[in-house]
């Protein structure tokens, strides 16, 4: 009999949804399955803790959910904050510095209950583009906060980023580990559902991995028992750190480079072939 896996770490967009941002039947199936012999399973996502929640609930997990790239992580049945990577304000400033001088507008996600406003913005439009994209399709939830970034006291700061072409976001991540080597993590990502790339910048003890490990230690599961399947940079931290580290057919060649196994991609059930032939054959 092989490794038995207790813990099994889902990454959302891109791994348990296809491009279409739908779940698979085959898919859900054998996250059902994995349940029923007992891994506990749970979802470790870029998204916002209010456009990952549905996703849990589809899946009928109970779980703690690790959202916002593993800043913060939120009880699915209270919504109690459980744990959260504030930014200093002194870290922030320099951060909004840096975005400032390359004329990047901001977003700052915020902790609410999912029916709240999630995310900070000083204005819409702001005549960028592919920022202008992000804030379209999620406006519904947006606070405007014309001088919030002059007010960074008054509230916490978990959860950064910048939306532009990848170029763009690739030097604007240079310029803020310049600025504040050593205290900050950050991802340059693309999401399906924007036109835009990301800029993700968090405080730099938080990732999926760290936020996992805390559950992991609460329920006494080791390393070696966790199976993490990932496709994107913000998976990498936890991909490298699993006893499995799955990377999907379709993830960077970053990802790939670390992962102990590469599956299929989203629209092949990636996550169910994990699933039926690395860790059902162990139970």
């Known amino acids: 009999m092989g490794q038995r896996y207790r813990l099994l770490a889902l990454d959302v967009d891109g791994t348990l949804l296809d491009a279409d941002g739908q779940l698979r039947p085959r898919t859900t199936q054998a996250v059902a399955l994995a349940q029923q012999h007992g891994i506990r399973t749970v979802l470790c996502t870029g998204r916002r803790y209010r456009r990952a929640l549905p996703i849990a609930l589809e899946l009928g997990l109970t779980s703690p959910l690790i959202c916002n790239s593993g800043a913060l992580m939120k009880d699915t049945t209270s919504h109690k904050t459980l744990w959260r990577a504030d930014l200093s304000t002194e870290v922030l400033k320099k951060v909004l510095d840096v975005f400032d001088r390359f004329g990047e507008p901001s977003i700052s996600f915020s902790d609410n209950r999912p029916e709240e406003s999630d995310f900070l913005v000083t ?13 379209a399709q999620n406006w519904g939830h947006a606070e405007i906060s014309r001088d919030w970034t002059n007010r960074i006291h008054e509230r916490p700061h978990f959860h950064v980023c910048a939306i532009g072409d990848r170029a763009e976001m690739i030097t604007l991540e240079t310029f803020v580990h310049e600025a504040v080597a050593g205290e900050v993590q950050t991802f340059v990502q693309k999401s399906p559902r ?6 993700e910048i968090l405080r730099a003890d938080a990732s999926k991995w760290s936020a ?31 006893g499995l580290g799955v990377a999907m057919g379709h993830s960077p060649d970053a990802v790939l480079a670390v992962a102990d196994w590469i599956t299929g991609d989203h629209h092949e059930d990636g996550v169910a ?11």
């Open 194 to 199: 924007y036109l835009g790339t990301m800029c």
């Open 123 to 135: 204005e819409n439009p702001t005549g960028r583009i592919l920022f202008d994209d992000y804030l």
């Open 273 to 283: 072939m994990v699933i039926e032939h690395k860790l059902l054959s162990a139970h």
């Open 212 to 242: 996992l490990m805390q559950l992991a230690q609460r329920w006494n599961i080791s390393a070696d028992e966790i199976c993490a399947i990932g496709d994107d940079m913000n998976d990498l931290p936890m991909i490298a750190g699993a």
